[in-house]
């Protein structure tokens, strides 16, 4: 061929090149001029519908040019049961029982960005089975308090943990055809006052710690949808927050699609308006009518208007809206969906103590004895508004019992009582004898004598303790991480009848374990694990499978020596005694008038949470602080043993590259998830003690060794310039610090930046 016209040839690819999309948010852009069009046909009347809720779950299209609505699913660990189009009732639909995945502690626990992908997938999938074009999630707001609501829907109390889980659950949920819609955009890290407290947090952290989560799922994996937070961030409501919405989100990270208030968290037609909210959800108080009489009256510009409508219909293009005789025909949780969440339970799990090899259950025993509520109660549904109505649930009792087979007898006892959670509607004739009314209230005696008769003649007791959804709830946090109605005393008791005792937590966030630590020689930690929990569960402590979970956030000593408590940041006011959400679903389910919101919350003084703990959340407190902990991040034991080699470091332009060998000198198969943390060395700049900088989960067979890389991007070392308002990179050295924990550091080494 003629050297010109390969030339040519290599010029028109290149040009291809350059015009296709430069970043995932720029893929949302290649209709615009489609969109301009349609725009142009549009009424005024028909933009500002699009600007609010059309049902609780939906919002709309545009029916006369064949527009379909935008339809949404409560996630974030399964596809939310439909409710009545106009609240969060049940509808009562036959096909709408969903998988439950574990929640997003759960999955964070895996430090997997394989199965962060997959999770996403399985999501994306139910979604559309359900017609669905929008999932309300991932939650991936940073842990920053125990006590925290909605500790177990969010997912590390560790930035970069939390980012590349995001981006993951995004991508994967992405690549199925579905949107996510990413929240709580910004710094929800209470709910405590949720809907009014002003987070008060420094440039530095804000953009280090807690837009981290966001950052990455939107700039790398073009979220399309944005769910600003219920709370205020230095002064104003998250949904017309200017310095969030339209400085960052699409000023710096490029954003091109959407944002949706949280329910009820719209506060204003000029605020939202003028700063970076596309639609209120839910009602149209704000986003309706008083836009048109805002723009007749010169106040707002339908140019405004336009370019919200543009931002909603790119994602509407982006996502083929599925037939309404298509959708919800058949059941939505399906068996690859299943095993999704059974292979995340499967590595989820946390081996936190292991005195004396308790784990794995011996296979000479003939009698296990479980105790306690949190073995036979289901997880998917409770917390509020992150629920699933699951086709199945697997139990860990069923789970034991199912894998313990007919040569194994298992006897059950409930051990304490249940705390059923604050009570909206009238107290009940005949209370149940299991229900605790009090989430302090002690050991029932009772329960108790029966529970310790029944290890008395077991070869083993497991102990099933933790909280659950009554307890760790969005809408309201612990008021502290004890272990509720007594189960320190049934933990302690059994421990007298019988030595061979494991306990296992079922909860989303931490407890306190200072009581069940000193009776407890092996310690699991559980979580809230999905529709195959128990399976998953019963194979770890059977050593079917070797644990291979790790902590995503710290398990403190005691709830004071935590940061936020500790600088007496936290609990920052006297809660003002109603949650709008709380309300609002509170209504829906036992009825009542809607109170007057907008009078109510003006009256009252604005709560503030101050963040003077700066970027010292979780570890980074107390590694920098010399704190002792109960068990670290990144905690988590196995039934094998791993070696780490020494460290060959490189150090490039844009990567920092670590490779070492590492071996399961075990006699099984093994997941090591290996942690990178990076310590400054003679900085200019303040840092904590050390920083997670990468990680990867590593698959061996007993005795195998393999070579494992991992890289640390030079742009996640830098930090943000407050001077120069921009991310910098200082050069100087570093010290690696690698290891199974972020207690147990196995590998030390030098580099320089
Ligand atoms: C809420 C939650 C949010 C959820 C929404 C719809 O109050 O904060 O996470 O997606 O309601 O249920």
Known sequence: MHKNVLKLMGLMLLIAACAGPKSPQDRLTVNDKKIDKIIEQMTLEEKVEMLHSKTNMSSAGVPRLGIADMNYADGPFGIREEGVPNGFTPAGWKLDSATYFPTGSALAATWSKDLAYLYGTGMGKEARLRGKDIILGPAVNIQRLPVGGRTYEYLSEDPILSAALSLNYTLGVQDQGTAVCIKHFAVNNQETNRGSVDAQVDERTLREIYLKPFESAIVKGGAMSVMPAYNRVNGDYCSENEHLLNEILRGEWGFKGYTLSDWGGTHSTMGAMLHGLNVQMTGSSYLGKPVIDSINTGALTEDLVDEKVRQILRVRFAIEPVPADVANTEMTSKPEQQQIAYKVAQRSIVLLKNQGNVLPLSKNVKKIAVIGQNAVLKTQSGGMGAGVKALYEITPLQGIQKRAGDAVEVVYAPGYKNFAGRRWGPAAANPNPLVATAIDEPADPDLLAEAVAAAKDADVVIFFGGTNKNIETEGSDRQNIKLPTGQEEVVAALYEANHNLVSVLISGGPCDLQVLEQYSPAIVQGWWNGTEGGTALAEVLFGDIAPS?????????????????????????????????????????????????????????????????????????????????????????????????????????????????????????????????????????????????????????????????????????????????????????????????????????????
């Open 549 to 753: 979970g790790k902590l995503p956030f710290t398990f403190p000593v005691k709830l004071e020596d935590s940061p936020a408590y500790a600088m007496g940041n936290f609990p920052n006011a006297a809660p003002t005694g109603g949650d709008l959400f709380t309300e609002q679903y509170r209504r829906d389910v036992i009825g009542g008038s809607a109170p007057q919101q907008g009078d109510r919350r003006a009256a009252r003084p604005v709560p503030v949470s101050k963040y003077t703990e700066g970027s010292l959340v979780g570890y980074r407190w107390f590694d920098t602080k010399n704190v002792p902990v109960m068990y670290a991040f990144g905690h988590g034991l196995s039934y094998v043993d791993f070696t780490y080699g020494p460290m060959k470091v490189k150090s490039g332009k844009k990567v920092v590259t670590v490779t070492f060998d590492l071996t399961n000198t075990g006699s099984m198969e093994a997941d090591e998830v290996v942690q990178l943390y990076v310590r400054r060395i003679d900085s200019k700049v303040e840092w904590p003690y050390k920083e997670l900088k990468a990680f990867d989960r590593v698959t061996l067979g007993a005795g195998e060794t393999k070579t494992v890389t991992l890289e640390i991007p030079a742009e996640d070392l830098r930090y943000w310039n407050v001077d120069t308002n921009s991310w910098t990179l200082e050069h100087g050295k570093l010290e690696l610090l690698l290891g199974s924990a972020s207690d147990d550091i196995r590998q030390k080494a030098d580099a320089t930046i």
